[in-house]
């Protein structure tokens, strides 16, 4: 079944309490009285309350109406914390550098903001040392007691010793300082791209005003070379003696 509300001729009821677009009470009117309303405000009658007698109508925008409920539910969707249950397993005689990473994910997953549940592996005759993984889990719990607190103390389970972490900042929190950091990080990258844009483009001026100097420096000489040389006075001949 649908369960979106009945707009306009789906209404089948003879009258409606009519709401009008601004939240005001209109009272009962007749169906085609408040069709003939939504008609003339050039909006839809919407059916917001079908078990009341008569049905609650109002008249709205139902496209904006329903665009505007889609936005709100993705941010609200957007805004929830689902705690997570992270799992790390490690080994009793575990390498010191295998150590430091599997700690690494576990920093990772408590900034996150979510718990993190340690499972110590006994095989063989290293289920007859306990201690070992008791030891280990002590250490890690200390490692990360800046992020993190112990939720559930260590137990055995079978073959298998579990500690429980739990973050000392909520999901949201963390959520909201990931978020933080990105755009932190997005404006940096855009401030570096114009700043760059900008030396490019003070760098091009630059090359343009020396190219400009030259120009103005070649000019004279340029002029120079290319004027007529001055044509040499023609000598007249002497006039002859005793003429």
């Known amino acids: 079944m649908s369960t979106e509300p009945r707009i306009n001729d789906r209404i089948r009821v003879p009258e409606v309490r009519l709401v009008g677009p601004s939240g005001e009470q209109v009272g009962i009117v007749p169906l085609a009285k408040a069709l003939e309303l939504a008609q003339e405000y050039d909006l839809d009658l919407v059916e917001v309350a079908a078990t009341a007698r008569p049905p609650v109508c109002k008249l709205m925008d139902y496209g904006k109406f329903k665009y505007e409920s889609a936005m709100k539910a993705r941010e609200a969707r957007k805004n929830q914390a689902h705690t997570v249950i992270k799992e790390m397993k490690l080994r009793p005689k575990i390498d010191p550098h295998d150590y430091d990473t599997k700690k690494g994910h576990v920093v990772r997953f408590l900034k996150q903001g979510d718990k993190v549940k340690i499972t110590i592996m006994f095989r063989g005759r290293e289920q007859s040392r306990p201690e070992l993984g008791f030891r280990l889990l002590q250490r890690l719990a200390d490692d990360v ?4 607190f112990v939720e559930s103390s260590p137990k055995q389970d079978g073959r298998n010793m579990i500690m429980v972490l739990g973050p000392h900042k909520k999901k949201t929190e ?3 300082e990931a978020r933080a950091l990105a755009d932190a990080r997005k ?13 490019a483009a003070a760098a091009d001026e630059d090359v343009v005003t020396e190219d400009a100097v ?3 420096q070649d000019a004279p000489a340029e002029a120079e070379a290319e004027a ?8 007249q001949p002497a006039a002859p003696q005793g003429a």
């Open 145 to 148: 007691q800046d992020l993190g």
């Open 174 to 176: 963390a959520m909201a």
């Open 187 to 199: 404006a940096e990258r855009q401030g570096r791209t114009t700043g760059s844009d900008a030396d």
């Open 214 to 216: 030259a120009e103005a």
């Open 228 to 235: 007529p040389e001055a044509e040499a006075p023609v000598e």
